[in-house]
């Protein structure tokens, strides 16, 4: 999915450190990315919020998603 169609999930409470990020986008340049970013019908993130920071960090375009559509609010 185009990373600009991704919402994070406004009330999310974990935050990430630039270290962590720069981590994430380090694992993902070097093994690619194998873990998807969740999102929900609304294309906000449930799982993967440091993941899609860490996308935008390498400039990227596209992340692979699973987008899960029986969530309740």
Excluded at 1 to 16: C, G, T
Excluded at 48 to 63: D, T
């Amino acid at each position: 999915m185009q990373i600009e169609l991704i919402k994070p999930y406004s009330k999310n409470a974990k935050k990430h450190e630039k270290k962590q990020i720069k981590q994430v986008a380090d694992s993902i340049k070097r093994f690619g990315f194998v873990q998807p970013i969740v999102i929900d019908k609304n294309n906000e993130v449930v799982i993967g919020h440091c993941r899609l920071e860490a996308a935008k960090l390498l400039g990227l375009k596209e992340v692979p998603i699973i987008s899960v559509e029986n969530l309740s609010d």
